[in-house]
Protein backbone atom coordinates (compact mmCIF):
# COMPACT_ATOMS: atom_id res chain seq x y z
CA UNK A 1 0.00 0.00 0.00
CA UNK A 2 1.68 3.76 -1.03
CA UNK A 3 2.03 6.19 1.36
CA UNK A 4 -0.99 8.13 0.04
CA UNK A 5 -4.43 7.02 -1.04
CA UNK A 6 -7.11 8.98 -3.05
CA UNK A 7 -10.25 8.79 -1.84
CA UNK A 8 -11.87 6.29 -4.16
CA UNK A 9 -9.43 3.87 -2.95
CA UNK A 10 -9.91 4.98 0.69
CA UNK A 11 -13.62 3.83 0.14
CA UNK A 12 -13.06 0.68 -1.18
CA UNK A 13 -10.76 -0.35 1.68
CA UNK A 14 -12.93 0.80 4.27
CA UNK A 15 -16.45 -0.04 2.76
CA UNK A 16 -16.87 3.61 3.17
CA UNK A 17 -18.75 5.86 0.56
CA UNK A 18 -16.35 8.55 -0.34
CA UNK A 19 -20.45 11.16 0.31
CA UNK A 20 -19.24 9.58 4.04
CA UNK A 21 -15.55 10.03 3.65
CA UNK A 22 -16.79 13.64 2.32
CA UNK A 23 -18.85 14.50 5.51
CA UNK A 24 -16.72 13.13 8.29
CA UNK A 25 -14.08 15.62 6.56
CA UNK A 26 -16.43 18.34 7.08
CA UNK A 27 -17.45 17.50 10.66
CA UNK A 28 -13.70 17.73 11.11
CA UNK A 29 -13.24 13.76 12.22
CA UNK A 30 -10.65 13.37 8.80
CA UNK A 31 -8.68 16.27 7.43
CA UNK A 32 -7.03 14.79 4.08
CA UNK A 33 -4.31 16.41 2.31
CA UNK A 34 -5.50 18.27 -0.86
CA UNK A 35 -3.40 18.44 -3.83
CA UNK A 36 -3.41 21.69 -5.90
CA UNK A 37 -6.68 20.57 -7.96
CA UNK A 38 -8.25 19.72 -4.39
CA UNK A 39 -7.87 16.12 -5.06
CA UNK A 40 -7.90 14.50 -1.43
CA UNK A 41 -5.03 12.44 -0.27
CA UNK A 42 -5.50 9.93 2.55
CA UNK A 43 -2.20 9.17 4.38
CA UNK A 44 -1.58 6.37 7.03
CA UNK A 45 -2.09 8.41 10.21
CA UNK A 46 -5.69 9.73 8.65
CA UNK A 47 -6.38 5.92 7.46
CA UNK A 48 -5.99 5.25 11.25
CA UNK A 49 -8.09 7.72 12.42
CA UNK A 50 -10.42 6.62 10.51
CA UNK A 51 -10.34 2.92 11.49
CA UNK A 52 -10.37 4.58 14.76
CA UNK A 53 -13.73 6.84 13.98
CA UNK A 54 -15.39 3.40 12.05
CA UNK A 55 -14.34 1.27 15.46
CA UNK A 56 -16.12 3.34 17.69
CA UNK A 57 -19.25 3.76 15.25
CA UNK A 58 -19.85 0.14 15.63
CA UNK A 59 -19.60 0.16 19.05
CA UNK A 60 -22.71 2.40 19.02
CA UNK A 61 -20.87 5.45 19.76
CA UNK A 62 -22.16 9.24 17.71
CA UNK A 63 -20.66 11.18 15.55
CA UNK A 64 -20.87 13.92 18.33
CA UNK A 65 -19.53 11.58 21.14
CA UNK A 66 -16.52 10.36 18.60
CA UNK A 67 -15.74 13.71 17.94
CA UNK A 68 -15.47 14.81 21.60
CA UNK A 69 -12.61 11.15 21.59
CA UNK A 70 -10.57 12.22 18.87
CA UNK A 71 -9.98 15.64 19.43
CA UNK A 72 -6.85 14.53 21.31
CA UNK A 73 -7.96 16.20 25.14
CA UNK A 74 -7.62 14.58 27.90
CA UNK A 75 -11.52 12.53 27.94
CA UNK A 76 -12.65 10.41 31.28
CA UNK A 77 -14.15 7.89 29.88
CA UNK A 78 -15.28 5.97 32.27
CA UNK A 79 -18.44 7.61 32.77
CA UNK A 80 -18.80 7.92 29.07
CA UNK A 81 -18.50 4.23 28.35
CA UNK A 82 -20.68 3.48 31.72
CA UNK A 83 -23.21 5.80 29.49
CA UNK A 84 -22.59 3.69 26.27
CA UNK A 85 -23.07 0.44 27.95
CA UNK A 86 -26.76 1.43 29.43
CA UNK A 87 -27.48 2.48 26.34
CA UNK A 88 -26.47 -0.76 24.62
CA UNK A 89 -28.09 -2.25 27.80
CA UNK A 90 -31.51 -0.74 27.11
CA UNK A 91 -31.10 -1.90 23.64
CA UNK A 92 -30.58 -5.17 24.04
CA UNK A 93 -33.22 -5.17 26.73
CA UNK A 94 -35.54 -3.77 23.99
CA UNK A 95 -34.89 -6.63 21.66
CA UNK A 96 -34.96 -9.20 24.24
CA UNK A 97 -38.63 -7.80 25.07
CA UNK A 98 -39.09 -7.24 21.33
CA UNK A 99 -38.48 -11.36 20.43
CA UNK A 100 -39.89 -12.17 23.72
CA UNK A 101 -43.30 -10.52 22.19
CA UNK A 102 -42.94 -12.28 19.02
CA UNK A 103 -42.35 -15.59 20.69
CA UNK A 104 -45.18 -14.87 22.70
CA UNK A 105 -47.54 -14.22 19.68
CA UNK A 106 -46.21 -17.37 18.11
CA UNK A 107 -46.68 -19.64 20.19
CA UNK A 108 -50.64 -18.63 20.06
CA UNK A 109 -50.96 -19.07 16.67
CA UNK A 110 -48.69 -22.68 16.73
CA UNK A 111 -52.07 -23.52 19.08
CA UNK A 112 -53.85 -22.81 16.15
CA UNK A 113 -55.77 -19.13 17.77
CA UNK A 114 -56.10 -16.56 14.86
CA UNK A 115 -54.09 -13.57 14.86
CA UNK A 116 -54.43 -10.41 12.93
CA UNK A 117 -51.91 -7.61 13.47
CA UNK A 118 -54.07 -5.54 15.22
CA UNK A 119 -53.68 -7.93 17.82
CA UNK A 120 -50.17 -8.40 17.48
CA UNK A 121 -49.23 -4.67 17.94
CA UNK A 122 -51.68 -4.79 20.61
CA UNK A 123 -49.97 -7.95 22.16
CA UNK A 124 -46.56 -6.11 21.91
CA UNK A 125 -47.54 -2.87 23.63
CA UNK A 126 -49.03 -4.51 26.96
CA UNK A 127 -46.98 -3.34 29.77
CA UNK A 128 -44.41 -1.44 28.06
CA UNK A 129 -46.99 1.61 28.25
CA UNK A 130 -46.73 2.37 31.87
CA UNK A 131 -42.95 2.33 32.30
CA UNK A 132 -42.14 3.83 29.05
CA UNK A 133 -44.35 7.08 30.34
CA UNK A 134 -42.72 7.19 33.84
CA UNK A 135 -39.08 7.47 31.91
CA UNK A 136 -40.18 9.73 29.45
CA UNK A 137 -41.36 11.99 32.37
CA UNK A 138 -37.78 11.76 34.28
CA UNK A 139 -36.16 12.72 31.10
CA UNK A 140 -38.57 15.42 30.04
CA UNK A 141 -38.32 17.14 33.74
CA UNK A 142 -34.92 18.15 33.22
CA UNK A 143 -35.92 20.30 29.98
CA UNK A 144 -39.64 20.90 29.61
CA UNK A 145 -40.87 24.08 31.76
CA UNK A 146 -43.64 23.44 33.98
CA UNK A 147 -45.77 26.07 31.60
CA UNK A 148 -44.79 24.08 29.11
CA UNK A 149 -46.14 20.61 30.47
CA UNK A 150 -49.48 22.86 31.11
CA UNK A 151 -49.56 23.89 27.75
CA UNK A 152 -49.16 20.53 26.38
CA UNK A 153 -52.05 19.53 28.46
CA UNK A 154 -54.37 21.80 26.63
CA UNK A 155 -53.08 20.87 23.27
CA UNK A 156 -53.72 17.48 23.80
CA UNK A 157 -57.12 18.11 25.45
CA UNK A 158 -57.80 20.21 22.08
CA UNK A 159 -57.07 17.36 19.53
CA UNK A 160 -59.45 16.08 17.15
CA UNK A 161 -61.24 13.06 18.49
CA UNK A 162 -60.66 11.42 15.39
CA UNK A 163 -56.73 11.93 15.41
CA UNK A 164 -54.72 8.61 15.49
CA UNK A 165 -51.63 9.41 17.36
CA UNK A 166 -50.65 5.57 16.35
CA UNK A 167 -50.38 6.83 12.45
CA UNK A 168 -48.77 9.95 12.90
CA UNK A 169 -46.11 8.47 15.59
CA UNK A 170 -45.73 5.73 12.52
CA UNK A 171 -44.90 8.34 9.70
CA UNK A 172 -42.18 10.26 12.39
CA UNK A 173 -40.95 6.66 12.68
CA UNK A 174 -40.61 6.35 8.94
CA UNK A 175 -39.25 9.40 8.16
CA UNK A 176 -36.80 9.29 10.88
CA UNK A 177 -35.74 5.91 9.40
CA UNK A 178 -35.19 6.87 5.85
CA UNK A 179 -32.77 9.81 7.25
CA UNK A 180 -31.10 7.32 9.64
CA UNK A 181 -30.62 5.27 6.27
CA UNK A 182 -29.43 8.41 4.10
CA UNK A 183 -26.72 9.90 6.50
CA UNK A 184 -24.71 10.68 6.26
CA UNK A 185 -25.78 13.92 3.74
CA UNK A 186 -25.10 17.03 2.45
CA UNK A 187 -27.23 19.65 4.26
CA UNK A 188 -27.52 21.86 1.14
CA UNK A 189 -28.76 18.38 -1.41
CA UNK A 190 -32.18 17.88 -2.70
CA UNK A 191 -32.40 15.01 -0.82
CA UNK A 192 -31.71 16.75 2.62
CA UNK A 193 -34.36 19.87 1.30
CA UNK A 194 -36.66 16.65 0.64
CA UNK A 195 -36.35 15.10 3.81
CA UNK A 196 -36.43 18.85 5.77
CA UNK A 197 -39.67 19.93 3.60
CA UNK A 198 -41.34 16.20 4.93
CA UNK A 199 -40.05 16.97 8.32
CA UNK A 200 -41.79 20.34 8.20
CA UNK A 201 -44.89 19.02 6.98
CA UNK A 202 -45.28 16.56 9.90
CA UNK A 203 -44.42 19.34 12.13
CA UNK A 204 -47.04 21.39 11.27
CA UNK A 205 -49.87 20.15 13.12
CA UNK A 206 -47.83 20.32 16.31
CA UNK A 207 -46.56 24.00 15.51
CA UNK A 208 -50.07 25.52 14.63
CA UNK A 209 -50.85 24.83 17.78
CA UNK A 210 -47.28 24.85 20.17
CA UNK A 211 -46.35 27.64 22.52
CA UNK A 212 -42.82 29.47 22.73
CA UNK A 213 -42.55 27.44 25.66
CA UNK A 214 -43.42 24.04 24.37
CA UNK A 215 -41.01 24.72 21.59
CA UNK A 216 -38.34 25.89 23.95
CA UNK A 217 -38.72 22.66 25.65
CA UNK A 218 -38.44 20.39 23.06
CA UNK A 219 -35.30 22.25 21.39
CA UNK A 220 -33.93 22.06 24.28
CA UNK A 221 -34.97 18.23 25.02
CA UNK A 222 -33.78 17.37 21.78
CA UNK A 223 -30.03 19.66 21.98
CA UNK A 224 -28.91 17.43 24.45
CA UNK A 225 -29.74 13.90 23.76
CA UNK A 226 -26.43 12.63 24.84
CA UNK A 227 -27.50 13.92 28.37
CA UNK A 228 -30.52 11.57 28.22
CA UNK A 229 -30.16 8.75 26.12
CA UNK A 230 -28.59 6.77 28.34
CA UNK A 231 -31.99 6.59 30.28
CA UNK A 232 -34.45 6.66 27.57
CA UNK A 233 -34.14 5.51 23.88
CA UNK A 234 -34.81 9.51 21.74
CA UNK A 235 -37.13 8.89 18.94
CA UNK A 236 -34.44 9.69 16.53
CA UNK A 237 -30.43 10.39 16.95
CA UNK A 238 -28.60 12.90 17.53
CA UNK A 239 -27.15 12.29 14.10
CA UNK A 240 -30.70 13.08 12.71
CA UNK A 241 -31.21 16.19 15.21
CA UNK A 242 -28.11 17.93 13.90
CA UNK A 243 -28.74 16.88 10.56
CA UNK A 244 -32.33 18.69 10.59
CA UNK A 245 -31.39 22.02 12.47
CA UNK A 246 -28.18 22.09 9.77
CA UNK A 247 -30.66 22.03 6.44
CA UNK A 248 -33.04 24.55 8.40
CA UNK A 249 -29.51 26.54 8.94
CA UNK A 250 -28.40 26.24 5.18
CA UNK A 251 -32.27 27.11 3.86
CA UNK A 252 -31.88 30.93 5.97
CA UNK A 253 -27.93 31.10 4.54
CA UNK A 254 -29.25 30.39 1.05
Not at 119 to 140: E, P
Request: contains cysteine; negative net charge.
Amino acid sequence: MTDLMDIAAVARLTGITSRALRFYEGRGLVAPLRTASGRRLFGRDELARLHRIITLKRAGFSLSQIEGLLNDRPVDLAPLLRAQIAVLDEQAQGLAQARAHLATALSRIDRGEPLDAATLCSLIRTGDIDMDQAKWKNVTDLYISAQAEADFADVQGALPTDFDQAAYGAQWADLTARIADALPLDPASAQAGAFYDEWQALLAPFMAVATPAMTQGLTLLYDNIGEWQAEQTPPFSADIWAFIKAVGQARQAG
